[in-house]
């Protein structure tokens, strides 16, 4: 999965008030746990400061 990928199925967990099943179905992921495991990964992205900036970005564009 692409670094992308993972920090939008993020975005969509923070600030889109979806559900598991909700981002599954969008990003067309087979099941609940792909999602998760998605998110887990941009988590260590962002703790680690690779996507800090980009999540920045992305989070004004939405507000």
């Known amino acids: 999965m692409t ?3 993972q920090l939008a199925v993020y975005c969509c967990q923070q600030q889109g008030d ?3 099943r909700e981002i599954a179905e969008n ?3 087979c099941n609940q746990g ?3 495991g998605a ?3 941009a988590k260590r992205r ?3 400061g ?3 900036r980009d999540y920045s970005r992305v989070e004004k564009l939405l507000q």
């Open 3 to 5: 670094i992308a990928r």
């Open 18 to 20: 979806l559900s598991l």
């Open 27 to 29: 990003f067309n992921f």
């Open 34 to 36: 792909s999602v998760s």
């Open 39 to 41: 998110i887990a990964a």
């Open 46 to 48: 962002l703790e680690k």
């Open 50 to 52: 690779e996507l800090t």
